[in-house]
DNA sequence: GAAAGTTAAACAATCGTTTAATTTAAACGA
DNA sequence: TCGTTTAAATTAAACGATTGTTTAACTTTC
């Protein structure tokens, strides 16, 4: 299903609004008025506000289990793999974070008549491509095998969402201000920290200097 | 300000309906009918919905600095406090959960006219203990000067709160079912797994085998 | 009998959606 | 290139339902 300019531009705005002020919080008045159409043209295009949501959770959230694949491929020791799998992911959650926010507040919203199977397919593959990565590291000796390996999920991407909503808090703390600094700070120094505790918890209380096998 | 029990019910409702449904998801009809009281109580109570939220932030952040300097003034090694530390958080963030969950959306709404200065405060305030730990553990040689400090508090409070709002999608990779159940893996594995995160976090790196003076 | 509590009803505003009329654009045979 | 036909796009207006809040009358409590 493609889309034509206009239904492109309806939903940009309506991702915007959706994660600054919900899906209950953002009128199709308001989405309307911000994306220069009339009201009806979002009926017209999507049939209603709930499948608007679902257009554009459908159009946000296309797998890329593809680059996860290519680096299980990659050349390097496990660590290495491990680096660039966090990497990856939250570049990618960070590149979305808005339709991100969206599904993560309205997939545990009872009211919601929304479709988040295709979210939940892709979270199992993600996971399963992460599980396979870990315990392949553990075979080869490289890994503790204490990790919660489904736990790495919510470490990996509860520590982006966290940050991300509270990154007023944050600049605070940290003396930062305006919108670049934010985004060089996630590039640099969080996917560091992430890498880090990942890293960190998967040689937790292993044997030192051993030969690592690749 | 004492809260008299028709009001504390109303509370008690709204938390609930927040926490499921959003703030804008949830009407003050729904309110009452479900705490069995007349819509206009709300208005005669606290005023206006917006304040029925600022009331309900108000008496369910109520501060547990008191139990985090206890901690502070345990006996134990620097690696026991923060085990107790990581504990009292994770409990406590999981006793108020629905507080906690409106809080971190409501938050980040800029259509929303509450005070959150309570919530900052009180967050800083945690940190500033925290911090007060590691740096002291730094200092002993026992942790990683290589932490990032601030990065903790997404880690540690990130992944309680994606555990917890995709409950659903880890009850079907664990096999998990029912209440009670979850409960108990609040309490006991995910709780280890973040200890053990922080833990592998702050010894990471570490020479090992050195003497741990407390 | 004064104050606090409680109620049903009404308020204007906004909600998502639909209607019916109109404009635009493309396709058509001549 | 012409007028005609057809479908898609776009519009303003209206729909009934629901929103948060207020009113004014009534009951309870002290």
Redesign the interface.
């Known amino acids: 299903m493609e889309l034509n300019e206009k239904q492109a531009a309806i939903l940009e705005v309506a991702e915007k609004l959706f994660a ?6 953002t009128s199709v008045r308001q989405i309307a008025r911000e994306a220069n159409i009339n009201i009806a043209m979002i009926s017209y295009y999507f049939g209603s506000k709930e499948k608007l949501l679902d257009a554009l959770l459908y159009h946000r959230l296309a797998g890329f289990r593809h680059e996860m694949e290519k680096v299980m491929l990659d050349k390097g020791d496990h660590m290495h793999k491990v680096d660039r799998m966090v990497a990856l992911i939250v570049t990618r959650i960070h590149r979305n974070r808005r339709a991100y926010k969206v599904v ?2 309205e ?5 919601r008549q929304v479709s988040f199977e295709n979210y ?1 397919r892709r ?2 593959d993600n ?1 399963s491509m992460i599980e396979k990565l870990i315990k392949s590291g553990q075979k080869a000796g490289v890994f503790s095998k ?3 390996i ?2 790495l ?3 990996i ?7 991300y ?2 990154r ?3 600049e605070a ?2 003396g930062l201000d305006g919108k670049q600094t934010v985004e060089d700070y996630v590039n640099t ?2 996917i560091r ?1 992430i890498q ?2 990942v ?3 998967l ?2 209380e292993m044997p ?1 200097g051993k030969s690592q096998i690749n």
């Open positions: 600054e002020n919900g899906f209950d919080g993560s507040f997939y545990s919203n009872p009211s939940i979270k199992k996971y204490k990790v919660n489904p736990l999920i919510p470490t991407l509860g520590t982006y969402f966290h940050f909503n509270h007023k808090f944050f703390l940290h120094t969080l920290h880090q505790t890293k960190a918890l040689t937790y030192r």
